[in-house]
């Protein structure tokens, strides 16, 4: 089977300097990726770059005609305007309506359809902010289905949500595959990549190793990765030391 | 009830009346649609900035003795893409390059200005709008430049709404973002430059943000902010026009003290939202 995804020595410059060099991989259809890696090791840049938000200096990412979905992470967009769920997820329409167009029926149809993928149908006519962290995530995930995206990339999804909600997400992801979407989410949580996931890529700026998601986190590349901040624990678990607080936890929402 | 139907036809035999009660409407409603993007986007100190800053292009109009609205359309639209231009590009932060471009703009206008002998009047005209001087050219251009600015709102309604919730989002759509944050500048500039004879350079501000302040405490969906904010702009325009011929107070102040009536009225008791709200929501 000829892969869905493939990233091909791709080289991104952020603000100058490198943030990812030579990085290729490819993914089949319907799998699901974890991509970890500690802060700053460029796996938001390699999403941003994969949907076009940033140039890459050499390389390539081709998805055969494949629509890719991006979700950014929570904290990048203003939770008290006023949209609802369902808006939200209609802004997914677009491309499809065209300029100078209202929406068609279909759309609605559509945006039914993805909010009910996702189980949020209940909540189609709350204003956004009004949802709790897990609950924006997956009305994110329903705008990203709205456009037709058959690869979901999803920046750091399980940031800032319980564990209900991480549950939920994870669900969602099972049920996608049925319909052969794919999935690359980054994730601070090797566990939870390990287990919950077909493949893994450990990412520093290069891409540290790529592979099954059991098997592919040795001692050897922990350390080439995280350098003395994870601890290795047998042959499934790992233990990221320093690393922790980071980027988008504890993210207040507003309403 | 036929008092009261007098008080409200009474000011009606006057023409100069008529006339500000139609430009005040359109002003109001106006005001309060494009405000509802100066709102949410955070642009109040745009807005108060490009309005001071269209003066010397309404001085030179003056001086030259052509209609006003025509300087103040040029110096709107270069200042909106000035200012636009600046905050990109600039080493200064936004709003440090706003408040130096404003400044110096709005001085060289009182400058020009105060070459001419009766400056003190006309200054106080443009500074808090003569909307009982509006003549039927100006109501015209008026209606004209503001159905123009409300058809660019509405048929772009979907991509200004991304553009504003989620620029990221609306990247990786490949939406023109910087053509429609421009065009965005520029709606703001034309909306000011009709708006300035009715309201006044000092006041527009208050035009733009309070009727959609005030919308905003009050739904969860934009386009009904639009509506809400709309009827909140023209009824307070309306009401206010009435005040001051009744009261005989400036008639640009009377409908800004109204507008923020009606903030007042939504910041207390808006549902879920207003101050009384939450304070009985806390005490249940």
């Excluded at chain 2, 048929?155 to 910087?178: G, H, N, Q």
């Excluded at chain 2, 009824?235 to 102040?253: D, E, I, R, T, W």
């Amino acid at each position: 089977m000829a892969p869905i995804l493939k990233v091909d020595s791709l080289t991104v410059n952020y603000d100058g300097t490198p943030a990812l060099e030579g990085v290729s991989f490819s993914v089949e259809a319907g799998e699901r990726v974890a991509v970890v890696g500690p802060n700053g090791s460029g796996k938001s840049t390699l999403f941003k770059a994969m949907v076009g938000l940033l140039r890459p200096v050499a390389g390539s990412v081709q998805s055969n005609g494949a629509k890719i979905g991006y979700v950014s992470q929570r904290s990048e967009v203003d939770w008290r305007f006023p949209v609802t769920v369902h808006d939200v997820v209609m802004m997914g329409r677009i491309a499809q309506i065209g300029w100078l167009r209202w929406q068609r029926p279909s759309d609605r149809e559509v945006v039914r359809r993805c909010l009910d993928q996702v189980g949020m149908t209940a909540f189609a006519g709350r204003q956004i902010g009004e949802l709790s962290g897990g609950q924006q995530q997956r009305v994110f995930i329903a705008r990203a289905l709205a456009q037709n995206a058959s690869i979901l990339l999803m920046d750091e999804p399980f940031s800032g949500v319980d564990v209900p909600s991480q549950e939920a997400i994870l669900e969602i992801l099972d049920g996608l595959r049925q319909q052969n979407v794919t999935v690359l989410v980054s994730t601070h949580d090797l566990n939870l990549a390990v287990e919950r996931f077909d493949r893994l890529a450990l990412l520093n700026h290069r891409l540290i190793a790529y592979g099954p998601a059991r098997g592919t986190i040795t001692p050897a590349t922990l350390a080439a990765a995280y350098g003395g901040q994870a601890l290795w624990r047998g042959e499934d678990y790992a233990l990221v030391m320093g690393d922790i607080g980071c980027c988008g936890e504890a993210e207040s929402h507003h309403g | 009830m036929g008092n009261l139907l007098n008080l409200l036809v009474e000011p009606l035999r006057y023409p100069f009346m008529v006339r500000g009660l139609l430009a005040s409407l359109m002003v109001g409603t106006l005001c309060a649609v494009v405000g509802t993007y100066v709102v949410l986007r955070g642009m109040a100190f745009f807005g108060d900035a490009l309005a001071h800053a269209i003066l010397p292009g309404v001085a030179v109009a003056y001086l030259l003795a052509v209609n006003l609205f025509w300087g103040a359309l040029v110096m709107g639209l270069i200042t909106a893409v000035g200012i636009g231009y600046l905050s990109r590009r600039s080493q200064v932060k936004e709003d440090t390059a706003i408040g130096v471009i404003f400044a110096a703009s709005f001085a060289l206008g009182v400058a020009l200005l105060s070459t001419v002998r009766s400056y003190s009047v006309d200054l106080t005209h443009i500074l808090f709008g003569n909307v009982l001087g509006v003549s039927n050219t100006d109501l015209l251009l008026t209606a004209g430049l503001g159905l123009v600015v409300l058809a660019a709102v509405f048929l772009l309604y979907k991509e200004l709404l991304v553009v504003s919730f989620d620029p990221i989002m609306a990247a990786t759509l490949r939406l023109p973002l910087d053509a429609l944050n421009y065009l965005l500048l520029v709606l703001i500039a034309l909306t000011v430059v009709v708006s300035l004879q009715a309201v006044g350079v000092a006041l527009m501000v208050a035009m733009l943000v309070t009727p959609a302040a005030t919308a905003y405490l009050l739904t969860r969906r934009l386009w009904q902010m639009m509506i809400i904010g709309a009827a909140i702009g023209a009824a307070s325009a309306v009401a206010g026009l009435y005040l001051s011929f009744y009261v005989n107070v400036a008639s640009g102040a009377a409908v800004v003290l109204v507008a923020t009536g009606f903030f007042v009225l939504a910041f207390l008791f808006a549902p879920a939202r207003g101050v009384v709200w939450s304070w009985r929501r806390g005490r249940a």
